[in-house]
């Protein structure tokens, strides 16, 4: 499943109408909520339970109130009584993504996989540029271990919605166990850059550290070979025009600027790598690869 990510935003109202000495029962639903939140935080997701279910009654038209209660029972590992909230607020016009998804994966820990794919591509008709539902998406067959099936749905969420790193995620930990670990290396650095000091992006951090050692070999003091692509295939663009002809970025572009930022090294650890890394930003700007769509990610710096 992907993250669920939970938000006291949707709480956070302002409360509009004529000020009177007392509460209005919105505002003794907030309260109640922004307490029922923090006892979620804590564990205590009985009594957030119960605290949330009075907000619901004294605001019913709060869509926040029901999607709490179902995150309570979804992390109490009760998805039957998780979908019962969610589905009655799918249809409501101010349902944003995090309900699909929770929806979704509730559906999903059920064993109800085609009604969980169904919920995220009625999230995704809602919401398109969702990158966190084509995440669930690709998740679902992730676990299933149709990696094809799955990038592709990482790659659509990358493109929908850059700034979402979980897509990234999933694409590193996919393509560095394949042939093609060029779009690893490609995807990990951007994943870096928009997720800083989580658990995940030590892990990523050691996975591009170690592909590097993996698939650069020196062989002796003058010598080296780099391998993080086996696509060799030319890509006609146009047979009319040889000069529109492109080789795959993995063996046209990135492994022989990485050769070219690689010279007088003697072998690959931390400061070794910082040198390279820096070599190659050189190295792509001054052979003018920087017309190729994806010079954005390739100057970003790595830290290990």
């Excluded at 000091?197 to 010598?223: A, G, M, P, Q, V």
């Amino acid at each position: 499943m992907g993250k669920i990510i939970k938000t006291i935003a949707l709480f956070l109202f302002i409360i509009t109408g004529q000020i009177t000495l007392g509460q209005t029962n919105q505002e003794k639903a907030h309260e109640k909520g922004e307490k029922a939140v923090q006892l979620e935080d804590e564990g205590k997701f009985d009594e957030a339970i119960k605290l949330l279910e009075d907000a619901q009654k004294l605001d019913p038209n709060e869509i926040g109130y029901p999607y709490e209660i179902g995150y309570s029972y979804y992390s109490k590992k009760d998805y039957k009584k998780a979908a019962k909230y969610l589905e009655k607020i799918l249809n409501d016009p101010k349902t944003d993504e995090h309900v699909f998804q929770l929806l979704g994966n509730c559906y999903d820990l059920m064993g109800k996989t085609e009604k969980a794919l169904e919920t995220y591509d009625a999230g995704l008709k809602k919401l398109p540029q969702s990158g966190r539902l084509f995440l669930e998406k690709g998740n679902v067959y992730f676990i299933q271990k149709d990696y094809n099936k799955a990038i592709s749905f990482y790659e659509q969420g990358i493109k929908s919605d850059p700034k979402f790193p979980s897509n990234y995620y999933r694409a590193t930990q996919i393509y560095c166990s394949s042939t093609e670990e060029v779009w690893g290396m490609i995807y990990g650095e951007i994943f870096m850059n928009l997720e800083r000091n989580s658990e995940r992006t030590s892990e990523i951090s050691k996975l591009l550290y170690n592909t590097y050692k993996s698939e650069i070999k020196f062989i002796n003091d003058t010598s080296f070979s780099v391998s993080f692509s086996k696509n060799s295939s030319m890509n006609i663009e146009d047979s009319q025009n040889p000069s529109k002809n492109k080789l795959p970025f993995g063996i046209g572009i990135y492994e022989p600027t990485l050769i070219l930022s690689m010279i007088n090294e003697k072998g690959i650890d931390i400061n070794s790598l910082d040198r390279i890394r820096n070599k190659f930003v050189v190295e792509y700007f001054k052979n003018e690869n920087n017309t190729n769509t994806l010079t954005y990610c390739l100057i970003i710096k790595i830290k290990f």
